[in-house]
Structures are given as structure tokens and as C-alpha cells.
């Protein structure tokens, strides 16, 4: 699916791209619909990164065991043992 979103939505909402992607992801994850690694891939950061600026917001990481297996997998694939 391909979302398109004009450059006079992004000034009206005084958003650049990157910014939005970034709220979208926040957004998500918040409502437990984007895991830790969804949301810091969908954001274009790493999760350090993206879990750094869910502390400056005082949001906090709700972490399962569906969200360790997925990093263990994601570890695994790039030979992190």
C-alpha cells in the first residue's frame, strides 16, 4: 500500500516526512499495535534510538515475550550470538 501525503499537509501540520513517520510510529506503538521493532523500523531508527526518545516522553516499553523472540530472531539473522 502506498500513502501519499502532500507537502501542503506536511506544512499545515508543520511536520517534516521523517518527523510524521515518527509520530505515526509512536502513535502505534502506544495503542500496542506496533511492537519495539515495528515501530523503530517503520520510524527509519534503531531501537536504542527510538526507545531514547519514548524516555524523553515519558512513554513507557511494554515488552512480551512475543517482542524478546522477535529480537532474538532479529539478532540471530544478523549472527549477533
Same mark, same amino acid.
Given at each position: 500500500?502506498?500513502?501519499?501525503?502532500?507537502?501542503?499537509? #506536511?506544512?499545515?501540520?508543520?511536520?517534516?516526512?521523517?518527523? &510524521? &513517520?515518527?509520530?505515526? +510510529?509512536? &502513535? #502505534?506503538?502506544?495503542?500496542?499495535?506496533?511492537?519495539?521493532?515495528?515501530?523503530?523500523?517503520? +520510524?527509519?531508527?534503531?531501537? $536504542?534510538?527510538?526507545?531514547? &526518545?519514548?524516555?524523553?516522553?515519558?512513554?513507557?516499553?511494554?515488552?512480551?515475550?512475543?517482542?524478546?523472540?522477535?529480537?532474538?530472531?532479529? $539478532?540471530?539473522?544478523?549472527?549477533?550470538?
Amino acid at each position: 500500500m502506498t500513502l501519499v501525503i502532500s507537502d501542503e499537509v #506536511l506544512q499545515t501540520i508543520q511536520l517534516s516526512e521523517s518527523e &510524521l &513517520l515518527t509520530e505515526i +510510529a509512536i &502513535l #502505534l506503538f502506544e495503542q500496542e499495535r506496533f511492537t519495539l521493532g515495528q515501530a523503530s523500523r517503520f +520510524a527509519k531508527m534503531n531501537q $536504542l534510538q527510538f526507545q531514547r &526518545l519514548l524516555a524523553s516522553r515519558q512513554i513507557p516499553l511494554h515488552y512480551d515475550i512475543a517482542e524478546l523472540r522477535e529480537d532474538v530472531k532479529s $539478532l540471530e539473522a544478523n549472527n549477533w550470538r
